[in-house]
């Protein structure tokens, strides 16, 4: 079946969705709405975290430039090395999931599993905050760009 849709036409399907922050460059679109139930939905896999391994995967992706890292995973022990050894299972699926999702594998799944969460529901909030700080990465650098920073 095909029909014109207007756009926001689908905007009442995210009713009910605690809504985080909408980006500037999006104001007064249907964007603004869906970007902000987005980030209402993904924010709660940040609380798997401690606030030291959330600001780490902040601080990683804000510097990411979007280029790819090196094929070793090298980077990745470097970047996980500040934590206490139980929080490295979840920030290292957030922040795969942020910089190189094609390199999440059961063997890092499986150390989640390993540190109290067995839960699947958990594991995609996870990794649904790690993919939408990456989201958020690149929001804030339309928003820098149209500012002229």
């Known amino acids: 079946m095909q029909r014109e849709l207007a756009p926001g036409d689908s905007l009442p399907l995210l009713d009910g969705i605690a809504a985080g922050l909408a980006?500037?460059?999006?104001?007064?679109?249907p964007i603004a709405a869906a970007f902000a139930a987005l980030s209402g939905a993904t924010a709660p896999g940040g609380d798997l975290l401690s606030a030291a391994a959330?600001?780490?995967?902040?601080?990683?992706?804000a510097r990411w430039d979007g280029a790819h890292l090196p094929p070793s995973g090298s980077w990745l022990p470097e970047a996980l090395a500040g934590l206490p050894a139980a929080e490295q299972p979840g920030a290292r699926l957030a922040l795969l999931a942020a910089i190189e999702p094609h390199r999440i594998d059961?063997?890092?799944?499986?150390?989640?599993?390993?540190?109290?969460?067995?839960?699947d529901a958990e594991l995609v909030r996870l990794i649904a905050y790690g993919a939408f700080t990456a989201v958020q990465r690149i929001a804030d650098a339309i928003t820098d760009a149209a500012a002229g920073r």
């Not at 959330?54 to 992706?61: G, Q, T």
């Not at 059961?106 to 839960?119: F, G, L, N, P, R």
């Open 23 to 29: 980006p500037a460059w999006a104001t007064g679109t």
């Open 54 to 61: 959330r600001e780490m995967i902040y601080a990683r992706v």
């Open 106 to 119: 059961a063997t890092a799944v499986a150390a989640w599993c390993a540190s109290a969460h067995s839960d």
